[in-house]
């Protein structure tokens, strides 16, 4: 069904959510350091995060506001002990989802991972990404990493259709047919310029390679060819 990381420092009770998570048919990935999410989290495609305050090395908050600020938009239900007004209002505005206070009845977190999971799919269908790279069609918002990327219309356009296209060889002709709407020899220079744009506006000396150049066939959005 979902991938679902369960960030729990407690090994009995990270076990039993393990299990009746596996059991209601999602893959989880179960750790107990905030080492070890961060890991999963920028290695594994996630529907969902069950997330414990209370880490060994580290604050949970101090996780999720981390994966916010890569641009992250899973889900996350915080799962603590701290059941005060005060700290419940401190998940949520740290960017948690939902927040249940321990300890919980096993259905219950099961039908709020429900809710959260429905709610996303519907997001879903106007947010396009690949990795840390996000765009909102709706807003017309682009972010990497976290960061807001200013686009013009074009270029907008031009990533849009490689992200629908990402992890495939797309080529000039494609790209002038269904972005520029004309013949590929007249464009052929400007889709050149236009994608140097667009690779210079997305990555920087620091982050990771996403716009690839396919020699002899055009170019990839995605993982490396």
Not at 79 to 91: F, H, K, N, Q, Y
């Amino acid at each position: 069904m979902s991938n679902v990381l369960v960030l729990e420092d407690h090994q009995s009770l990270r076990s039993s959510l393990e299990r009746g998570l596996r059991e209601e048919g999602h893959t989880v990935f179960p750790v107990s350091s905030r080492a070890d999410g961060m890991n999963v989290v920028r290695t594994e495609p996630l529907d969902a995060i069950i997330l414990d305050l209370q880490l060994p090395d580290g604050d949970g908050l101090q996780f999720l506001r981390e994966v916010r600020r890569d641009g992250l938009a899973v889900p996350v239900l915080v799962a603590s002990a701290r059941d005060t007004v005060d700290e419940r209002i401190l998940g949520l505005d740290s960017g948690a989802d939902d927040y249940l206070v321990k300890p919980f009845a096993f259905g219950e977190l099961v039908a709020r991972l429900r809710s959260l999971l429905r709610r996303a799919a519907v997001v879903s269908d106007s947010v396009l990404r690949h990795d840390d790279l996000q765009i909102d069609l709706l807003t017309r918002k682009v972010t990497r990493r976290g960061e807001e990327v200013s686009l013009t219309r074009r270029l907008f356009e031009l990533l849009e259709y490689l992200l629908r296209h990402r992890n495939e060889v797309v080529t000039r002709e494609m790209l002038a047919r269904d972005v520029w709407k004309a013949s590929t020899a007249t464009w052929t220079n400007v889709i050149e310029v236009q994608i140097r744009e667009l690779r210079r506006r997305i990555e920087r000396p620091d982050w990771s390679r996403l716009l690839h150049t396919v020699r002899g066939e055009g170019y990839l959005l995605g993982d490396r060819p």
